[in-house]
């Protein structure tokens, strides 16, 4: 059996430059090997800060690549489920990586998403209403790729609300 040059990419594992970490199964591999490819850079930037010891971090925001890749370290505690919103991005994916606690993702497309609120140029987000989607455990052992056509609901509590440390990276999407 033949496998795909973007199967192929992903499986060798090379883009992972010795990370650690575990790609989460619902990433699309062949975004993720076309956003890579156009844009190298970026991404070994990324993968790169993702090797730091992430727990002394603190709080805000780290330039890895000019604007076109942010490293943004929050903390906060996680949601009820009607609290966190469905979103998605135009100009940026979001590398979502859990440092330290869990919290629960949900995940739907783009094109089967009810639209709530017209997109915010300025924040790079369009907000969607209430509806269902897959839903999905964050923890320090995986991280998640949103790319434009996912739709996300990030900071959903697991039983009760807890303190999560979270590393997001807003990478500029390759045209």
Same mark, same amino acid.
């Given at each position: 059996?033949?496998?795909?040059?973007?199967?192929?990419?992903? %499986?060798? /594992?090379?883009?992972?430059?010795?990370?650690?970490?575990?790609?989460?199964?619902?990433?699309?591999?062949?975004?993720?090997?076309?956003?890579?490819?156009?844009?190298?850079?970026?991404?070994?930037?990324?993968?790169?800060?993702?090797?730091?010891?992430?727990?002394?971090?603190?709080? $805000?925001?780290?330039?890895?690549? $000019?604007?076109?890749?942010?490293?943004?370290?929050? %903390?906060?505690?996680?949601? =009820?489920?009607? @609290?966190?919103?469905? %979103?998605?991005?135009?100009?940026?994916? @979001?590398?979502?990586?859990?440092?330290? $606690? =869990?919290?629960?993702? $949900?995940?739907?497309?783009?094109?089967?998403?009810?639209?709530?609120?017209?997109?915010? %140029?300025?924040?790079?987000?369009?907000?969607? /209403?209430?509806?269902? /989607? =897959?839903?999905?455990?964050?923890?320090?052992?995986?991280?998640?790729?949103?790319?434009?056509?996912?739709?996300?609901?990030?900071?959903?509590?697991? /039983?009760?609300?807890?303190?999560?440390?979270?590393?997001? !990276?807003? !990478?500029?999407?390759?045209?």
């Amino acid at each position: 059996m033949i496998m795909s040059t973007e199967k192929e990419w992903f %499986e060798n /594992g090379e883009w992972n430059k010795d990370l650690r970490l575990k790609v989460h199964p619902s990433v699309d591999v062949k975004q993720f090997y076309e956003q890579y490819r156009k844009r190298p850079d970026l991404w070994t930037a990324t993968f790169k800060y993702l090797k730091n010891d992430l727990m002394t971090v603190e709080a $805000g925001k780290y330039p890895l690549k $000019g604007d076109e890749a942010v490293a943004i370290v929050s %903390e906060y505690q996680t949601k =009820e489920l009607e @609290d966190a919103k469905w %979103e998605s991005h135009r100009k940026f994916i @979001d590398l979502q990586y859990i440092i330290d $606690g =869990e919290e629960k993702m $949900g995940l739907l497309p783009l094109q089967v998403a009810k639209l709530a609120s017209d997109y915010q %140029e300025d924040k790079d987000v369009i907000l969607f /209403g209430d509806q269902d /989607g =897959e839903y999905y455990v964050a923890n320090p052992d995986i991280f998640f790729l949103f790319f434009p056509d996912d739709v996300h609901r990030p900071c959903i509590r697991i /039983g009760e609300s807890k303190p999560v440390k979270k590393l997001v !990276i807003k !990478i500029a999407c390759a045209e």
